[in-house]
């Protein structure tokens, strides 16, 4: 992903998936257009085919590798309760498993705890695609300061805040090392209950990063 696209994704998720950057690289010049004589043949067809298989045999393997050895955080059993508590600690659990998934890429329970949140979905892919293309994002996690929920009727709202520490982040294997400025971020966060527990449906920044 180019440099400028990154970033723009990074403001995008209200400048806390990362943290706001305080480098950037210079942006690529754009690629050429492709001439309908340029379509790739089909021995390149299936090539690529073959490679993106690859790569995505590769990425399976990592997440099971990464699943082993790192601690899953295990949600509390408050954090199960049809309450105003119960949801407060459910999205305290969920903000502990974006902290795994930003230092790792293993997404699935993240995503799991998940449903029909945009927000979400934008935060786990990028964090897989980081870790795919060899790069990674380093930080001890969000730290949260203050949350609180309100029941508005289908759907509980919980305000947090976090505080998001300095850290060093790199887009693929082969990029420079970017440092994220870290800093207090109020969040937004929608749950309801779906079967018999919690479910985020959405996730967002209260106000614009500062």
């Not at 590769?58 to 309760?81: G, H, I, L, Q, Y």
């Not at 049809?82 to 230092?103: M, P």
Request: aromatic share 8%.
């Amino acid at each position: 992903m180019p440099g400028h696209r990154f970033l723009a994704l990074v403001a995008l998720l209200g400048c806390v998936a990362v943290g706001c950057s305080e480098a950037e690289s210079d942006p690529p010049d754009d690629e050429p257009s492709r001439s309908v004589g340029d379509a790739p043949t089909a021995k390149q067809s299936e090539a690529t085919e073959a490679t993106e298989a690859t790569e995505a045999t590769e990425a399976t393997e990592a997440t099971e590798a990464t699943e082993r050895d790192v601690d899953v955080p295990t949600m509390p059993r408050r954090a199960r309760k049809n309450t105003l508590k119960g949801a407060e600690a459910f999205v305290r659990h969920y903000i502990d498993l974006r902290n795994q998934a930003s230092s790792t890429g293993e997404t699935r329970r993240f995503m799991r705890l998940s449903h029909n949140c945009d927000g979400c979905t934008k935060y786990a892919d990028l964090y897989k695609k980081v870790y795919l293309r060899g790069g990674y994002i380093k930080s001890t996690g969000w730290v949260v300061q203050f949350l609180q929920a309100y029941d508005l009727g289908q759907a509980t709202t919980v305000l947090v805040t976090v505080k998001a520490p300095r850290m060093r982040f790199k887009r693929d294997a082969d990029d420079r090392t970017y440092i994220g400025r870290g800093g207090r971020y109020k969040l937004r966060f929608k749950v309801k209950r779906i079967n018999t527990g919690w479910a985020v449906t959405y996730f967002g920044v209260q106000e614009d990063c500062q």
